[in-house]
């Protein structure tokens, strides 16, 4: 795996955790509670997201010109 294919999942992890403890705060706060198979669902769907995003704005910047 190359430097940029690790960074773009590194953010999706980041991206996936941010979602993850936002979601915990809503609960804490909100006294509402979310299923887990929602969560998981959800919290997997933010890291594929955030991973695609990621690679494809790298991709875009390291292709322009200086």
Known sequence: MDRTHRAAVLWGVIGTLSFLVLLQGYELLADRRVNLLV?????????????????????????EPR
């Open 39 to 63: 969560k998981f669902g959800v919290a997997v769907g933010v890291g594929v997201v955030t991973t695609a995003v990621t690679q494809g704005v790298q991709t875009r910047l390291s292709a």
